[in-house]
């Protein structure tokens, strides 16, 4: 069932908007602006009446999938229930109609909301401060990576330009690196699911600026040998960088800091519970330890003389890392799910989310192959390879999983893992869902045993069928053609 | 007890007991005795709903807000009409609590809507084809300066001054860690200096970054920096005011390469900043150089269309250090903000927009320079923004302005040292006669 596009709606002259009359004498527009400067023909845009993009945006919506849907265990996701208190707070007049550019004087709440936040995260995280301004999980990796080079060349160690990342990290660890620089060297990940020492000691070396870790990692698994890895490297002089993707897992119980981290990014939109909006905006800032503090973006937030201003003179500063302050409107709805939760609230979370995990993972072990045999934190990994060896792979599986009412886990990640599926429930989840998904996910794997095509035909109940990605990418259609574009 | 987990404690006490634990520190213990907190984090006490709505509240009525004030300060921000529909759309929840549409079948809202949003900027920028969105215009430019560097596989940009200083800012951030030199050059007149622009080119040259309009509100002259940088064998990137376009010559018709710019005007509340959206459009021949996410259309088994993120060969999670950008995520709520508002707006409703900005900005100008106290600083067209040179101290009249609740220009004194009390005026659709001539009444009562 295809919704048809907003351009093949409606008829000319059609309006969605009421405009007040001009109240100032109108010249005419090529007295004011020379006509070599002016547009021969309107762009394409849709003309429909209000009411039309209603239905039309409102049909989409129901095309979608999202946490208030159902269950979404996308693993390193975080995909938890957004709260609508915060919805509602972000969208007050006194912070969604303030622009940028006013003074301190008149934007003082806002600037509270941003140095106070700063301070929390930097306690949640043992960091000693912490800049809001990237946009998303990817920018602050970036922006943390610049950091950790501008620390190193003010040092006069200009040489350390590689960096260690293991071989089940994000895709945007080695993306981002690139993008400063650094020659990225991968180290292997061992049988019991952690970085290997002894690799790691023959990989330093005084070019490596620093490693990159996710802990827990994305194998779900908590780094059993941080104390020891992170010596190896503060030993020949590199920095450790935290992805704080997986941050969920331990708030209240431990924190990058406190195991040796130099710099973190966070994910506002995973951990803090601001919503994915369907790809974006998200928000991730970026903490670091107190020798750092002088590289972080300008600008940084201060309190002095009982007055919150925006402090551009840093000299060691990175910069800039984008227009004003960061995604304000999202660390608005973080801020305000900290401040409901608290310190125990936030234990709590991690906590349940971990618990969560185990409790959907002892059910599920016994049908899909585990294969780190651990008590896993906030996501587990599972392997696809025994139903594979039936001719159903996990994507078929997660297909499936669709037609039963559920999002499928994150698949085929990280790489290190044979059709991997990772599952990350979270702590809003409570125990009938779990229970509902296993019962699903075991009828889908005695599917594949009994009746592989069915899964492999899979999904039969969405708005769609599987969609032809190779087409896609042969036949690239990436915009809708005006009819009179076709004809010319 | 915390909110939002819909599991109570005895609840979770069976869950353990079920895997044969006792107490929950057991499924921590792989984190080692030393590194463990061992105290409670020193955060506020946790709030009820009410008393966060308070303590929210109390926070914003400690800023000066639009729907209160009368605004004229832009420079990178804006204060459009955003239609009511448009935040009935995207408070939807099933737009926003989903996730980047991966799993197809289950996302086609969220990939038509973007298929949509990338056909609009096509059409607004005369440009072939356009990615997903970007996190803001400052990063858009940084983005497009990288992908022109791998084009023209060469290392430099030349940035006009007359750019966004914020703009100019982030990509010297860039630059700095990825080997890349920015090289400023001036302008003249409030534009670029074009005969200046043509003598820094130089072997190392990859592309030429201008906005339209510019930072001053000036119009440049597109066409004639287009043809330097054809006869150069070289790129220019356009950074646009979308406004704009309902009545600017799109940059695509002009020669631009790559288009980019800010999109909050588009349906975006102010939100001191962000989150806004960059768009991002590019001629067709540079597709797989373009960073950011796509939507493709395709067909399912049965032959009906539907939508997918496609040409991922270019992206992190494939290329990993060899991918065009690590951008991972898109501003895509922004940009169904966007999609929505020029749905609205319309053909008809944005030429109406772009001509009330038009014809208010022209004259609030004329008002102002009418008294002796200010007057012109730059001979170019304007759109919607323009400066005049002030004979007060901006800072002190901005600051008796906010007393009389106006929002007044933007002090260019602070990024451009020549340029002391030149003030940027932003007027849009938004400011009624009234307000501009109570604007022009205190502006010029303080002299």
């Given amino acids: 069932m295809s919704q048809r596009l907003i351009f093949e709606v409606g008829k000319p002259g059609r309006k969605g908007y009421s405009l007040p009359k001009c109240d100032v004498p109108v010249r005419v527009i090529d007295e004011i602006v020379p006509e070599e400067y002016l547009r021969n023909s309107d762009p394409e845009l849709p003309q429909v009446s209000e009411v039309d993009a209603i239905r039309h945006f409102t049909a989409l919506s129901r095309l979608n999938y999202g946490v208030d849907s159902g269950f979404y265990p996308l693993g390193s996701c975080t995909m938890k229930y957004n709260p609508k208190i915060n919805e509602d707070v972000s969208r007050l007049e006194g912070f969604s109609g303030v622009h940028p550019a006013l003074p301190d004087c008149a934007v003082q709440g806002c600037l509270e909301l941003l140095y106070k936040m700063d301070l929390m995260l930097a306690e949640i995280t043992g960091m000693a401060r912490v800049s809001l301004q990237p946009a998303a999980g990817a920018h602050g990796e970036l922006s943390g990576l610049m950091i950790m080079r501008a620390y190193h060349e003010h040092n006069k160690e200009e040489q350390r330009k590689k960096i260690i990342i293991p071989d089940t990290a994000h895709g945007t660890n080695p993306a981002s690196a690139a993008m400063v620089g650094y020659e990225v060297i991968e180290v292997k990940t061992d049988s019991r699911g952690n970085v290997n020492p002894a690799e790691l000691r023959q990989l330093m070396s005084e070019e490596v600026a620093g490693l990159m870790l996710t802990n827990p990692s994305t194998l779900g698994l908590f780094e059993e040998n941080i104390i020891e890895v992170a010596e190896i490297v503060h030993n020949s002089g590199g920095l450790l960088y935290y992805d704080g993707a997986n941050l969920n897992a331990i708030m209240g119980i431990t924190r990058p800091g406190d195991m040796g981290f130099d710099i973190v990014h966070l994910n506002l939109h995973k951990t803090f519970s601001t919503p994915h909006g369907g790809g974006g905006p998200g928000s991730g800032p970026v903490g670091v330890k107190k020798e750092l503090v002088p590289f972080l973006p300008t600008p940084v937030i201060q309190y002095r003389d009982g007055h919150y201003m925006r402090d551009y003179e840093q000299p060691l500063s990175i910069g800039q890392v984008k227009s004003f302050y960061g995604n304000f409107a999202v660390v608005v709805k973080a801020y305000a799910y900290i401040m409901t939760m608290g310190a125990a609230g936030l234990r709590n979370v991690s906590e349940t989310a971990v618990l969560n995990a185990n409790y959907l993972m002892n059910k599920l072990k016994e049908y899909f192959h585990l294969p780190y045999e651990r008590t896993c934190m906030h996501e587990f990994v599972l392997s696809g390879q025994t139903q594979k060896e039936k001719g159903v792979s996990t994507l078929d599986m997660a297909k499936r999983m669709m037609d039963y009412g559920f999002h499928p886990p994150t698949v085929y990640f990280p790489l290190i893992v044979k059709e991997a599926m990772m599952f990350e429930p979270t702590e809003t989840e409570n125990r009938e869902v779990l229970d509902e998904v296993a019962e699903i996910l075991l009828h889908i794997a005695r599917e594949v045993e009994e009746s592989p095509e069915l899964v492999k035909g899979a999904p039969y109940r969405t708005p769609i069928g599987r969609l032809d990605e190779v087409k896609a990418v042969r036949e690239p259609v990436l915009k809708w053609t005006p009819p009179r574009k076709n004809n010319e | ?447």
């Fill in chain 2, 1 to 447: 007890m915390s909110e939002y987990m819909s599991g109570t404690d005895s609840e979770r006490k069976t869950m353990l007991a079920k895997m044969d634990y006792q107490a929950m520190d057991q499924l921590f213990h792989d984190v080692p005795t030393k590194v463990r907190l061992n105290r409670d984090l020193e955060l506020p006490m946790p709030l009820s709903e009410m008393e966060l709505a308070r303590h929210m509240k109390a926070l914003a009525n400690r800023n000066v807000t639009t729907g209160e004030y009368s605004c004229f300060l832009g420079a990178g921000a804006y204060d459009h009409y955003i239609p009511s529909a448009v935040d009935h759309v995207i408070s939807r929840s099933e737009f926003y609590t989903a996730y980047t549409p991966y799993q197809p079948e289950v996302s086609q809202g969220t990939l038509q809507a973007i298929f949509e949003y990338q056909t609009m900027v096509c059409e607004l920028t005369g440009m072939d084809v356009a990615n997903a969105s970007v996190y803001d215009g400052a990063t858009a430019i940084a983005e497009a300066a990288n992908m022109a560097c791998r084009i023209i596989r060469k290392r430099e940009i030349i940035i006009s001054r007359t750019v966004n200083p914020q703009y100019r800012k982030t990509l010297h951030t860039y630059a700095r860690f990825n080997g890349q030199r920015v090289v400023e050059t001036d302008y003249q007149g409030g534009a670029t200096d074009i005969a200046a622009l043509e003598s820094k080119i130089n072997s190392e040259t990859a592309a030429i970054v201008i906005q339209n309009p510019n930072f001053f509100g000036a119009i440049e002259n597109v066409k004639e920096i287009a043809a330097l940088a054809a006869k150069n064998n070289i790129l220019l990137i356009t950074s646009v005011d979308p406004i704009s376009l309902g009545v600017l010559k799109p940059p695509g018709e002009m020669g631009a390469d790559i288009v980019v710019g800010e999109g909050q005007s588009m349906g975006n509340s102010l939100s001191f900043g962000g989150p806004y959206l960059g768009f991002f459009a590019a001629k067709g021949k540079y597709l797989r150089q373009m960073p950011g996410r796509i939507v493709g259309q395709t067909v399912d088994g049965k032959g009906n269309t539907g939508f997918v993120l496609t040409m991922q060969t270019r992206e992190q999670h494939i290329r990993r250090e060899k991918a065009t950008s690590n951008i991972c995520s898109n501003q895509a709520l922004n940009a169904l903000a966007a999609t929505v508002y020029l749905t609205l707006m319309g053909k008809q409703g944005l030429r109406e927009v772009a001509s009330l900005c038009l014809q208010k900005s022209h004259y609030a100008y004329k008002r102002l320079t009418d008294n002796e106290a200010f007057t012109s600083c730059f001979p170019q067209p304007f759109f919607k923004e323009f400066t005049v040179k002030s004979r007060y101290p901006l800072n002190e009249l901005n600051h008796k302005l906010l007393a009389d609740e106006i929002i007044g220009g933007y002090d260019l004194g602070r990024d451009y040292p020549e340029l002391e009390n030149c003030w940027l005026l932003a007027v849009t659709e938004k400011r009624s006669r009234e307000e501009i001539d109570r604007l022009v009444k205190k502006a010029v009562e303080k002299i």
